[in-house]
């Protein structure tokens, strides 16, 4: 279809933290598949892991269980500090069945129709659902009726939220990105998240964490809310927890751990034996290559890097991020500046218009951290001086 506009770019080999196009051209991979490819291109310990298992089972469905699924859910309960665990195939998937699991909370409360707080600029998927849960009109552009049972209010603003309460009396959860990815790649004041918990708790709400980007590691912690020293009820991730191979997962803590009953949900292919086994493979990997104190470590000298050779550049508004969740904010609208990266042999990403966004893999070394914030601030003061 039509969904994805031209695209230019033909890449047919990866390793490490480069790939390749069908010209030969190599690149250095800074927006790793958009978050999902945080140990690089065909890591050899998921590669390994793939290639066992499909030699052993692919899939056998939920019917029956599944050892490595089971292997995965301990250690993610044992590492987020959740209670249980539903597998999916993607971002999406996952916060499907967070709001189906805020809705069930609000049926037991006999709500009509419960209410879900969403943040503006948030972006939580493309299903009928998620896509109403996102705060991006462009993204919800006829596609009418749209489900209702969502509310939104301004990111990194709990007043607003708290002020929402006394109106609603059948809101049930707050669901939100610890960093907006998407959105550009906004990091909301430190204590955020603590606000977040303790309105949730006052409330008798849901704090439920979109984690799909800002997770698995990427944030300097394995979920960002490690950050804060909290649990939320719910929390999302998708993108690295493969590092390639589609899988996603919604885990619950507490009273939202047991709103599923047997039958009320349910995938295919959610949590398959070659999934998990991508999945167990990346979180070895994560601890035993000390790659999630790597990615905090390199982030600092990203931002730091950035900040110095962009200092003076008028039309850069902010440098921010959390970990490898870097965004340069420019004051004007910079697709252009993918483009001339591509050129220069990096590829990059722009989001929300006017956001150059680095996600590059947590194996990033040294060197070429520095290259890519040299390259970027060159880009960008090039850009910024032949537009203005
Ligand atoms: C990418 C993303 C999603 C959607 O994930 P898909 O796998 O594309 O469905 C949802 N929330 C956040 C924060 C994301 O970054």
Redesign the pocket.
């Given at each position: 279809m039509q969904n994805y506009g031209d695209r230019t770019l033909t890449l047919v080999r990866g390793e490490g933290n480069y790939v390749w196009d069908d010209a030969g051209q190599r690149y250095l991979d800074a927006i790793a598949g958009?978050?999902v490819c945080g140990l690089g291109h065909c890591h050899p310990a998921v590669t390994e892991a793939l290639h066992d298992q499909a030699r052993t089972l692919l899939h056998v469905s939920n019917l029956y269980n599944i050892p490595a699924q089971e292997q995965l859910a301990d250690r993610l309960v044992y590492l987020s500090g959740m209670d249980n665990v539903f597998f999916s195939n993607?971002?999406?998937?996952?916060?499907e069945a967070a709001i189906k699991l805020a809705r069930r909370l609000g049926n037991e409360r006999g709500y009509a129709v419960p209410k879900i707080v969403v943040m503006e600029g948030?972006?939580?998927?493309?299903?009928l659902a998620?896509l109403t849960a996102t705060g991006n009109e462009k993204v919800q552009q006829g596609f009418a009726p749209l489900p209702e049972g969502f509310l939104r209010a301004p990111f990194d603003d709990p007043d607003a939220i708290n002020q929402l309460a006394a109106e609603h009396p059948d809101i049930v959860a707050v669901l939100v990105?610890p960093v907006?990815?998407?959105g550009g790649i906004r990091v909301p004041a430190h204590d955020y998240l603590n606000r977040l918990r303790n309105l949730c708790d006052k409330h008798d709400w849901l704090l439920m964490l979109?984690?799909?980007?800002?997770g698995n590691g990427r944030s300097g912690k394995l979920f960002a809310y490690q950050h804060n020293d909290i649990l939320p009820d719910v929390v999302?991730t998708?993108?690295g927890l493969g590092n390639g191979v589609?899988i996603?997962a919604c885990l619950a803590r507490g009273k939202a751990a047991r709103l599923f009953t047997a039958g009320s949900h349910g995938s295919t292919f959610g949590g398959n034996p070659l999934a998990c086994r991508a999945a167990l493979a990346v979180l070895d990997t994560l601890e035993n290559q000390w790659l999630i104190e790597r990615a905090e470590k390199l982030g600092a000298r990203l931002l730091q890097q950035l900040r110095q050779q962009l200092a003076g550049c008028d039309a850069v508004v902010d440098i921010r991020g959390l970990g490898l969740l870097v965004g340069v904010a420019l004051d004007r609208p910079c697709g252009e500046i993918v483009e001339m990266a591509r050129a220069e042999g990096i590829l990059i990403n722009v989001t929300a218009g006017n956001v150059v966004r680095l996600l590059p893999p947590l194996t990033l070394t040294d060197d070429e951290c520095a290259r890519i914030a040299e390259t970027v601030s060159t880009l960008i003061q090039r850009f910024t001086r032949s537009a203005a």
């Amino acid at each position: 279809m039509q969904n994805y506009g031209d695209r230019t770019l033909t890449l047919v080999r990866g390793e490490g933290n480069y790939v390749w196009d069908d010209a030969g051209q190599r690149y250095l991979d800074a927006i790793a598949g958009i978050a999902v490819c945080g140990l690089g291109h065909c890591h050899p310990a998921v590669t390994e892991a793939l290639h066992d298992q499909a030699r052993t089972l692919l899939h056998v469905s939920n019917l029956y269980n599944i050892p490595a699924q089971e292997q995965l859910a301990d250690r993610l309960v044992y590492l987020s500090g959740m209670d249980n665990v539903f597998f999916s195939n993607s971002g999406a998937e996952a916060n499907e069945a967070a709001i189906k699991l805020a809705r069930r909370l609000g049926n037991e409360r006999g709500y009509a129709v419960p209410k879900i707080v969403v943040m503006e600029g948030a972006f939580h998927g493309r299903t009928l659902a998620t896509l109403t849960a996102t705060g991006n009109e462009k993204v919800q552009q006829g596609f009418a009726p749209l489900p209702e049972g969502f509310l939104r209010a301004p990111f990194d603003d709990p007043d607003a939220i708290n002020q929402l309460a006394a109106e609603h009396p059948d809101i049930v959860a707050v669901l939100v990105e610890p960093v907006q990815g998407e959105g550009g790649i906004r990091v909301p004041a430190h204590d955020y998240l603590n606000r977040l918990r303790n309105l949730c708790d006052k409330h008798d709400w849901l704090l439920m964490l979109d984690e799909i980007q800002t997770g698995n590691g990427r944030s300097g912690k394995l979920f960002a809310y490690q950050h804060n020293d909290i649990l939320p009820d719910v929390v999302t991730t998708a993108k690295g927890l493969g590092n390639g191979v589609p899988i996603g997962a919604c885990l619950a803590r507490g009273k939202a751990a047991r709103l599923f009953t047997a039958g009320s949900h349910g995938s295919t292919f959610g949590g398959n034996p070659l999934a998990c086994r991508a999945a167990l493979a990346v979180l070895d990997t994560l601890e035993n290559q000390w790659l999630i104190e790597r990615a905090e470590k390199l982030g600092a000298r990203l931002l730091q890097q950035l900040r110095q050779q962009l200092a003076g550049c008028d039309a850069v508004v902010d440098i921010r991020g959390l970990g490898l969740l870097v965004g340069v904010a420019l004051d004007r609208p910079c697709g252009e500046i993918v483009e001339m990266a591509r050129a220069e042999g990096i590829l990059i990403n722009v989001t929300a218009g006017n956001v150059v966004r680095l996600l590059p893999p947590l194996t990033l070394t040294d060197d070429e951290c520095a290259r890519i914030a040299e390259t970027v601030s060159t880009l960008i003061q090039r850009f910024t001086r032949s537009a203005a």
